[in-house]
């Protein structure tokens, strides 16, 4: 899992003026749990960039003055007008609790669905894992190289390694759906051999 480091402080005062004015100030009000005690701290919003508008999933090493915790984002909130970001809360990774996170989907393979002219519709870009921390996977590979024309693969179709998969098993990952000038193709072929 990659790693990446937020550099924060702690808060002393909690309350919605407070965090309004760190907002103004471009700092991002946030909390940790999981652990001994809630942690409230705030962070430079410049560091979540990383974490935030990537799909990839972060370990974070959280530097709250001086002290380290080892954690991972566990919700985002954002202001409904303008995107900012306005919250985030993280939990502390400890060795022998599960965590529960949602890691993105890896496709392997080429599927010959798409070699005939197929187009491959990614229906789930994230699967919801439950894993000790040693054992989080960067992300989940899906083969699709027996995914055929009009064809879709299941969550149920994954072997996990070492983790639990949360998400229904019955909920498609990806599809190769027919396009409508390879339809019509098929349609004038059909009415050929008649």
């Given amino acids: 899992m990659k790693q990446l480091e937020i550099i924060g402080f702690k808060r002393a005062n909690l309350g919605k003026q407070v965090s309004k004015d760190l907002r103004n100030e471009s700092f991002v009000p946030g909390v940790l749990y999981g652990g001994a005690e809630q942690v409230h701290f705030y962070a430079p919003a410049i560091l979540f960039r990383d974490l935030v508008y990537s799909p990839e999933v972060y370990e974070v090493d959280l530097n709250i003055e001086g ?3 080892r954690a991972i984002l566990q919700d985002l909130q954002f202001h409904p007008v303008n995107e900012m970001l306005l919250h985030v809360d993280f939990l502390e990774l400890q060795e022998d609790k599960p965590v529960k996170i949602d890691v993105p989907v890896k496709f392997v393979g080429t599927s010959p669905g798409v070699i005939v002219g197929g187009k491959l519709v990614t229906k789930l870009r994230k699967l919801r894992v439950k894993a000790l921390p040693a054992n989080l996977p960067d992300s989940v ?9 009009g064809k879709s693969i299941k969550v149920s179709k994954v072997k996990p390694a070492n983790y639990e998969i949360l998400t229904n098993a019955n909920a498609p990952i990806a599809t190769v759906t027919i396009p409508r000038a390879l339809k019509s193709a098929q349609a004038e072929e059909a009415r050929g051999k008649k």
């Avoid at 590979?141 to 024309?149: A, K, N, Q, T, Y």
């Fill in 67 to 69: 002290t380290h915790y």
């Fill in 141 to 149: 590979e899906v083969d699709i190289s027996d995914l055929e024309l």
